[in-house]
């Protein structure tokens, strides 16, 4: 189960993460964290395919994927607090 549904879970989040980040830039409010975001998406695509070398190659996988959930939380972090932050100026309009 873990074999199959961890490289569906990453994949999704990859997915996810540039399809989201690439929706930033059509909106004024999410603009300003457009690129950093799609930056980010973007390494985490070459990151799970350092991953998918490493799980092949039976050496260091674990490390490539912690190092990939680092990188979505930044994403994460990032896009809440814009969020929060767009909440903010929504309610004081």
């Keep these: 189960i873990?074999?199959?549904n961890g490289p569906l879970t990453f994949l999704s989040l990859?997915?996810?993460t540039n399809l989201v980040s690439r929706g930033f830039k059509r909106d004024v409010r999410w603009?300003?964290?457009h690129r950093f975001a799609s930056v980010l998406a973007l390494i985490m695509i070459v990151e799970f395919a350092a991953g998918g070398l490493a799980a092949a190659m039976e050496t260091g996988a674990g490390i490539a994927q912690r190092i990939l959930i680092v990188?979505?939380?930044t994403w994460f972090l990032i896009t809440a607090l814009r969020l929060r932050a767009n909440g903010y100026a929504a309610s004081a309009a």
């Design 2 to 4: 873990h074999a199959i």
């Design 14 to 16: 990859i997915v996810g």
């Design 31 to 33: 603009r300003p964290i």
């Design 71 to 73: 990188t979505f939380a």
